[in-house]
């Protein structure tokens, strides 16, 4: 009977830490509102240690999700076999729905010739060991994605862990992936370097704590995930920098502040309740194996007691004794059974609560809702509400610009962070507080230094401008860095068009033949971190000229990679598309679009291309030009950043 409760534990456990695929009503929604999301949490690998947190990651994330009106397919610790049917299920319950489509999972991740795969439980480690064959490409999800007819798909990979497993993986981490059109893709950190997977005292890993405390606030996803991004930063030193790619071209968020949100004290009372009950559970469990323990002892001082019956009496009162004896085993074994029944019942209890469970109380003790705002759309050149709030940033910019402080910045972020000044924050921090990941080259052989120096000292650009419809040189010259100082770049041309820029390539002054211009904030033309195609960032300003001061709204997108040919060479760029509007006062109105090619590690860029529609006082012209890189010589030392 020992051996039966003792099978009957090891099954507890077993069912604790196995695998279960559960899927969750779908209440009903409206056409376009319909929100599927498959959550893969694997802990409980079979050729490698036991991760801390993943299984506790899934289930957080799963609770929450299905408060903010997702439909849940949940498996936990899963094989090969399993993950596959969990995704066909999803494909399955999003077919022609025109819904938005989601993957989490947080697990072993491995990047094998730019493909990203997540580590079944079951995935067995040798030296051929065949990748492919044994883990599950993400790029196979995102197509079954597309398959189903989503209208949006969300990827979250918290499953960039140190590799345990050896064999064909290219590298540390996972590989660059950009995100298909209407698409967003979020990773742990950044490609080719590893996350943290937490431990048992925060119950999350590190990434999925604060996916966790920022899901409880209405925002656009966009804002969400770079609130996420700051405050892991933080906590890693700067080990550990969220990466995400977004081709979304909808708006979408997890918890609107309306239909779907939640009460975040209401998910912990819950988890108090649950937490209770689990323990409540537990001690019960414990009082009947106890109790079994002791009609175990009884059982044996019964055949010890029988024993020494047989020693002294004779046959009869030997087999009299030994009747007595088997009926006090009839009823030993009937009040065994019993408890044993007891055993199995509160197991079953125990387990239910668990799979059902809000989170452990520590899991969730999660920041409240600190915003109520909403999410609200910008339109700042039209709306005197939005002319008020770009008002207010930029007063609470100018309090902290040229602060020490990184905790002013980080805060100033968290509060915008897409707003307006973003760019010039996100530089600051950078100087103030250093980031520390591993640079590693991307897809197209391009590799980005972190904290890198855009410019220094002696840096000197030749370029010529042409009229692109006549192919006319219109100008040539020659611009030099002459001195950095207080964070601000200068520039000397011999064209004597002079400039003025912060570190991060921001426009403070240029000038041009038609007029020289001002800018208060800066103008960021480049983004003030990573160039990462996909990237959006949007900029206002105040302008001025001997045309008068204007407010200007840009925004900029990168749109992709090239290989682009300038007199100075041939060149791997990335392309910075831009849209300007500037000012709608006294007949003057102006519309731009230019483009960029940026190089990492050259500052200016190697072309641009100029589109001007303007019309002053109804004079209208338009302007089409190119300029190109003809040579650019690197100042300072080799070794600077």
């Given at each position: 009977m020992g051996?039966e409760?003792?099978?009957?534990?090891?099954?507890f456990?077993?069912?604790?830490?196995?695998?279960?695929?559960t899927?969750?009503?779908?209440?009903?929604?409206?056409p376009?509102?319909?929100?599927?999301?498959?959550?893969i949490?694997n802990?409980?690998?079979?050729?490698?240690p036991?991760?801390?947190n993943?299984?506790?990651?899934?289930?957080?994330?799963t609770?929450?999700?299905?408060r903010?009106?997702f439909t849940?397919?949940?498996?936990?610790?899963?094989t090969?076999?399993q993950?596959i049917?969990?995704?066909?299920?999803?494909q399955?319950?999003?077919?022609?729905?025109?819904?938005?489509g989601?993957?989490?999972?947080?697990?072993?991740?491995?990047?094998?010739?730019w493909r990203?795969y997540?580590?079944?439980?079951?995935?067995k480690?040798?030296?051929?060991?065949?990748?492919?064959?044994?883990a599950?490409?993400?790029?196979?999800?995102?197509e079954?994605?597309k398959?189903?007819?989503t209208?949006?798909?969300?990827?979250?990979?918290?499953?960039?862990r140190?590799?345990p497993?050896?064999?064909?993986a290219?590298g540390?981490?996972l590989?660059?992936l950009?995100?298909?059109?209407?698409?967003?893709?979020?990773?742990a950190?950044?490609?080719?370097?590893?996350?943290?997977?937490?431990?048992?005292?925060?119950?999350?890993?590190?990434?999925?704590?604060?996916?966790?405390k920022?899901?409880q606030?209405?925002a656009p996803?966009?804002d969400?995930?770079k609130?996420?991004?700051?405050?892991?930063?933080?906590?890693?030193?700067?080990?550990?920098?969220?990466?995400?790619?977004?081709?979304?071209?909808?708006?979408?968020?997890?918890?609107?502040g309306?239909?779907h949100?939640?009460n975040p004290d209401d998910l912990?009372?819950?988890?108090?309740?649950a937490k209770?009950?689990?323990e409540?559970?537990?001690?019960?469990?414990?009082?009947?194996?106890?109790?079994e323990?002791?009609?175990?002892?009884?059982?044996e001082?019964e055949r010890?007691n029988l024993?020494?019956?047989?020693?002294?009496q004779?046959?009869?009162?030997?087999?009299?004794a030994e009747?007595?004896?088997r009926?006090?085993?009839k009823?030993?074994?009937?009040?065994?059974?019993?408890?044993q029944?007891?055993?199995l019942?509160i197991?079953?209890?125990?387990?239910k609560?668990?799979l059902?469970?809000?989170?452990r109380?520590?899991?969730?003790?999660?920041?409240?809702?600190?915003e109520?705002?909403?999410i609200?759309?910008?339109?700042v050149?039209?709306?005197?509400?939005n002319?008020?709030s770009?008002?207010?940033?930029?007063?609470?910019?100018?309090?902290?610009?040229?602060?020490?402080?990184?905790d002013d910045?980080?805060?100033y972020?968290?509060?915008?962070?897409?707003?307006?000044i973003?760019?010039?924050a996100?530089?600051?921090?950078?100087?103030?507080?250093?980031?520390?990941i591993?640079?590693?080259?991307?897809?197209?052989?391009?590799?980005?230094?972190?904290?890198?120096k855009?410019f220094?000292?002696?840096?000197e650009y030749?370029?010529a401008?042409?009229?692109v419809?006549?192919?006319?040189?219109?100008?040539?010259s020659i611009t030099?860095v002459?001195?950095?100082?207080?964070?601000?770049?200068?520039?000397q041309?011999?064209?004597?068009?002079?400039?003025i820029?912060?570190?991060a390539?921001?426009?403070?002054r240029?000038?041009?033949?038609?007029?020289t211009?001002?800018?208060d904030?800066?103008?960021?033309n480049?983004p003030?971190?990573?160039?990462q195609?996909?990237?959006k960032?949007?900029?206002?300003?105040?302008?001025?000229?001997?045309f008068?001061r204007?407010?200007?709204?840009?925004?900029?997108v990168?749109?992709?990679?090239?290989?682009?040919?300038?007199?100075?060479?041939?060149f791997?760029a990335?392309v910075?598309?831009?849209e300007?509007?500037i000012g709608?006062?006294?007949?003057?109105s102006?519309?731009q679009k230019?483009?960029?090619?940026?190089?990492?590690?050259?500052?200016?860029?190697?072309?641009?291309a100029?589109?001007?529609?303007?019309?002053?006082?109804?004079n209208a012209?338009?302007?089409h030009?190119?300029?190109?890189?003809?040579?650019?010589?690197r100042?300072g030392?080799?070794?600077?950043?």
């Amino acid at each position: 009977m020992g051996y039966e409760i003792l099978s009957t534990i090891r099954h507890f456990k077993f069912l604790l830490f196995g695998i279960a695929i559960t899927s969750f009503s779908v209440v009903a929604q409206a056409p376009l509102d319909i929100r599927v999301a498959l959550v893969i949490g694997n802990s409980a690998y079979v050729s490698a240690p036991a991760l801390t947190n993943p299984s506790n990651d899934a289930k957080a994330i799963t609770n929450i999700l299905k408060r903010l009106g997702f439909t849940v397919i949940n498996v936990n610790d899963g094989t090969k076999e399993q993950m596959i049917a969990g995704i066909a299920q999803m494909q399955t319950a999003l077919k022609g729905q025109q819904a938005v489509g989601m993957l989490y999972y947080a697990g072993h991740g491995l990047q094998q010739n730019w493909r990203n795969y997540m580590v079944p439980v079951d995935f067995k480690v040798s030296k051929d060991v065949d990748i492919p064959k044994q883990a599950i490409d993400v790029d196979t999800v995102i197509e079954g994605l597309k398959k189903a007819g989503t209208r949006m798909n969300i990827i979250v990979l918290d499953a960039c862990r140190d590799n345990p497993f050896g064999g064909q993986a290219s590298g540390k981490g996972l590989a660059q992936l950009e995100a298909p059109l209407n698409t967003y893709i979020a990773f742990a950190t950044a490609p080719g370097n590893v996350a943290q997977d937490g431990n048992e005292k925060t119950g999350n890993g590190l990434f999925t704590e604060y996916i966790i405390k920022e899901l409880q606030k209405p925002a656009p996803i966009e804002d969400m995930f770079k609130r996420v991004r700051l405050q892991v930063r933080k906590a890693s030193n700067g080990t550990q920098i969220p990466w995400d790619s977004s081709s979304l071209e909808a708006d979408f968020a997890f918890n609107d502040g309306a239909k779907h949100t939640f009460n975040p004290d209401d998910l912990f009372k819950e988890a108090q309740e649950a937490k209770a009950k689990e323990e409540e559970l537990k001690r019960q469990l414990a009082q009947a194996k106890e109790q079994e323990r002791k009609i175990a002892e009884q059982r044996e001082q019964e055949r010890l007691n029988l024993v020494q019956i047989q020693k002294n009496q004779e046959l009869v009162a030997k087999l009299k004794a030994e009747e007595e004896s088997r009926e006090r085993e009839k009823q030993l074994k009937l009040a065994q059974d019993k408890e044993q029944q007891k055993v199995l019942g509160i197991t079953q209890a125990l387990e239910k609560a668990k799979l059902d469970e809000n989170k452990r109380l520590q899991d969730i003790q999660l920041a409240k809702v600190q915003e109520q705002d909403g999410i609200k759309k910008f339109n700042v050149l039209k709306n005197e509400d939005n002319e008020k709030s770009f008002a207010q940033e930029k007063s609470e910019w100018d309090k902290i610009k040229d602060s020490n402080n990184a905790d002013d910045f980080y805060a100033y972020l968290n509060k915008y962070p897409s707003g307006l000044i973003s760019q010039q924050a996100t530089f600051r921090l950078n100087k103030l507080s250093r980031v520390n990941i591993i640079a590693v080259p991307d897809k197209n052989g391009i590799t980005q230094i972190p904290n890198q120096k855009r410019f220094r000292v002696g840096d000197e650009y030749e370029r010529a401008t042409k009229d692109v419809l006549t192919g006319k040189v219109l100008s040539k010259s020659i611009t030099k860095v002459i001195k950095i100082e207080n964070g601000l770049v200068y520039f000397q041309s011999s064209s004597g068009e002079d400039t003025i820029s912060t570190e991060a390539g921001g426009v403070i002054r240029s000038n041009s033949p038609e007029a020289t211009y001002s800018f208060d904030p800066p103008l960021p033309n480049q983004p003030a971190d990573d160039f990462q195609v996909g990237k959006k960032w949007t900029s206002e300003t105040y302008e001025t000229s001997r045309f008068g001061r204007f407010r200007r709204l840009d925004k900029f997108v990168i749109d992709r990679v090239e290989e682009v040919t300038v007199p100075a060479g041939i060149f791997k760029a990335f392309v910075v598309e831009r849209e300007a509007y500037i000012g709608n006062r006294g007949g003057i109105s102006t519309s731009q679009k230019n483009t960029f090619w940026y190089v990492p590690g050259i500052g200016g860029p190697v072309k641009s291309a100029r589109n001007n529609q303007q019309n002053v006082l109804f004079n209208a012209f338009e302007r089409h030009e190119v300029t190109e890189l003809i040579s650019f010589k690197r100042g300072g030392s080799n070794s600077e950043l």
